[in-house]
């Protein structure tokens, strides 16, 4: 919601002066949101959800590259609240990363002023809450970064853009959901699929017959990856999470949690009503929701069976994943050809290798990243970083390599040099698909497959087109390899998008470094930055 009058935000010309990010030239973009609690029923039943600005899902975020984004949050809650920016990359600015590790939780009653900006970046992305099991509960929305009008898109521009937020669902309360977690237990099934916070049939898009539109889809669930349809349409590909792409035809397509696609898709068919649908993947029970797209010339409401969808078969996944592609002579965000970064012909400066794994620790359920299981600290480790506080966490507590042994807790950090080359190979020993982010940005998937990873995979990859994106999946028994440039300096997380396991310790933080103390390479601590933990009664710069 932009703001309403100039009177709200006097009390914040202060933040003129807080944007390091910021240069003179970029627009600013104001927004005033207010985070409750309310009665939603995305299912039928009565639940108790997170709401901004009494909106469930929240607002959209619309913005052009380099805009500076200013957003006020309230928190009305009754417990610590955070939001985090799925996809956007914060440059040389992780504290305004919105998790735990980088960002002071709000607390109830008080507010927080983001400032960032979405620098060189276009694209679909969203933001969600990350603290306890907020997004159980909602508060999450869509992002979409356009691109400036002097730099041109592969496309005509479309009719119309729709945000779907697509994602499975519970019935039971978050606070239940989080309960079941800390008592050591894994969660039940999910009891349905949302889209755009509705259930069956609830949602509706209104098209004109002839004309095409552009449909951003995110998985803002919990767990399953979700096959995308649209009944008697065609899906043409034109963009992942802020790289456009060769532009493939699709009759569906699979979108795994975390992910965010963008597709054009023409209405070319009769007028008529047709099914929009989101089915689950690779699970013994299917679940499945529509939404309507509704041309405005029809008189005729959705008829036939449920466009069917693929449902277990991971061949079909992979193939489809290796065909999406770079699109070599898009510009990105900047006029310059997106394959114009050669990515394939720079030398690895370091190879990691990340396993998940599963298991018991002290007789509750865990999950960890080459045996070590994320716990938190009292004080995010952004700002013990800064502040030099001892004792918070150990640069080196999570290996390269797995070693092997028992999982065990610890604040697990890595750390990385700027400007390094880095290849990470994520490796899936598990019979389930799993789904990879990293805070900060964008890498390459070079290469996947089923089997285990070893240096002559290399001899598969993609060093020519592969897609950038800041989320990926790893098949049943497989690895995935990608590409990534350390040309952010900040304390980044990598984690599980599946979120009782990235909740249970399946993540940690990655610190690229570098000791040049310039604001070429990091801004400074923003000065309305909360302190909490052992950070608490420091300062921060002077107003």
């Known amino acids: 919601m932009m703001c309403k009058g100039w009177s709200f935000w006097q009390g914040y010309v202060v933040l003129f002066a807080l944007a390091v990010v910021v240069k003179a030239e970029s627009p600013y973009r104001f927004f005033d949101w207010n985070v409750t609690y309310g009665d939603i029923f995305p299912l039928g039943v009565r639940q108790q959800g997170i709401l901004i600005n009494g909106q469930f899902p929240g607002p959209d975020i619309y913005s052009v590259t380099n805009d500076n984004l200013i957003i006020n949050v309230q928190n009305n809650l009754d417990e610590p609240f955070l939001l985090s920016w799925n996809g956007l990359q914060q440059r040389r600015n992780s504290y305004e990363d919105g998790v735990y590790g980088t960002t002071c939780p709000i607390p109830p009653g008080k507010n927080f002023t983001y400032i960032l900006q979405v620098k060189d970046q276009i694209g679909s992305f969203f933001y969600f809450p990350s603290l306890a ?52 237990h894994k969660l039940p099934f999910p009891d349905g699929i949302l889209i755009n916070g509705h259930g069956p049939n609830g949602a509706s898009f209104t098209v004109e017959q002839g004309k095409t539109y552009r449909f951003r889809i995110s998985n803002v669930g919990l767990q399953n990856s979700l096959n995308f349809r649209i009944q008697g349409h065609k899906m043409k590909l034109v963009e992942v999470e802020g790289t456009h792409t060769v532009q493939t035809i699709y009759e569906s397509l699979d979108v795994h949690v975390g992910q965010s696609y963008s597709v054009l898709v023409t209405m070319d068919q009769a007028a008529q009503d047709f099914y929009i649908v989101a089915s689950t993947r690779f699970t013994d029970n299917i679940l499945s929701t529509t939404a309507t ?185 497989s690895w995935t390899a990608i590409y990534m440039a350390l040309d952010n300096v900040g304390m980044w997380n990598v984690r599980s998008e599946f979120w009782a396991r990235q909740y249970l310790g399946q993540q940690f933080y990655l610190r690229v470094y570098t000791p040049v103390n310039s604001l070429r390479d990091e801004y400074l601590i923003p000065k309305n930055a909360l302190l909490c933990g052992r950070a608490q009664g420091r300062s921060t710069r002077p107003l």
């Open 133 to 184: 099991f907020h997004k159980a509960a909602g508060g999450f929305g869509g992002i979409r970064v356009l691109s400036r009008p002097r730099i041109p898109v592969p496309f005509t521009d479309p009719a119309g853009d729709f945000t779907l937020l697509i994602g499975d669902w519970f019935k039971n309360d978050h606070r239940q959901l989080k309960a079941m977690l800390d008592g050591g």
């Open 293 to 477: 797209l509704h041309y405005s010339n029809s008189n005729k409401a959705v008829s036939g069976p449920i466009p069917a969808g693929p449902t277990d078969q991971i061949d079909w996944s992979l193939n489809q994943a290796r065909s999406i592609r770079t699109n070599l002579t898009a510009s990105g965000p900047r006029p310059n050809p997106q394959g114009s970064y050669h990515y394939g012909l720079i030398n690895i400066t370091r190879t990691i290798k990340l396993v998940s794994s599963a298991a018991q620790v002290n007789g509750k359920q865990r999950y960890a990243v080459n045996s070590v299981s994320f716990v938190p600290t009292d004080t995010p480790l952004k700002l013990a970083d800064y502040f030099k506080i001892g004792g918070v966490f150990r640069v080196g507590s999570i290996p390269d390599n797995p070693t092997g042994q028992n999982m065990y807790l610890d604040t697990s950090v890595m750390g990385a040099d700027y400007r390094a080359f880095m290849e990470i190979v994520f490796e899936n020993h598990e019979n389930i698909v799993q789904t990879w982010h990293i805070d900060g940005y964008a890498f390459w998937v070079v290469g996947m497959n089923g089997g285990v990873w070893t240096p002559d995979s290399r001899e598969e990859y993609n060093l020519r087109d592969a897609v950038s994106r800041s989320t990926t999946q790893v098949y049943p028994k």
